[in-house]
């Protein structure tokens, strides 16, 4: 088989699994796989072949990674961003770890600014990291 069909497979192969993904770094390392073939296409030796691919990936990698740091912080909130939740009991009060009842289920989580609080007290959700819920008690704005 040719050299610039097997990096032409190989790219095909690495576009078609980042539909899986989505994260667009697998694309980029397509597209090299691309300029591999174009460069094997044109005759070039397989180190200039690699060469080219790795500097397609190189400089897409980085382009990727630059534009998803740029938007960090325009991404959208987290879904369960004051939302409400009911607070349970301590789990370890020292270190603001409780139990609250929320989606109907009961979620660990850790209060920011620690106070006594009852059992049915409400509490506003901040975020979820993991299975724990970060909350509060003054409903973020």
Not at 81 to 92: L, Q, T
């Amino acid at each position: 088989m040719e050299q610039y069909l097997v990096w032409l497979l190989i790219g095909m192969g690495l576009v078609i699994v980042e539909l899986l993904t989505g994260t667009f770094y697998l694309v980029v390392l397509g597209i090299a796989c691309f300029g591999g073939s174009a460069s094997a296409f044109f005759g070039h030796a397989f180190g200039i072949q690699a060469i080219v691919a790795g500097s397609v990936a190189a400089v897409g990698v980085y382009l990727v990674h630059a534009y998803r740091a740029r938007n960090a912080a325009r991404q959208m909130a987290p879904i369960d961003a004051g939302m409400p939740a009911n607070f349970e009991s301590w789990i370890d009060q020292s270190a603001g770890l409780a139990r609250v009842r929320y989606r109907g289920a009961t979620w660990d989580a850790h209060l920011e600014g620690g106070s006594v609080l009852e059992p049915g007290a409400l509490v506003y959700v901040l975020a979820a990291n993991g299975n724990t819920l970060e909350v509060t008690l003054k409903r973020p704005a």
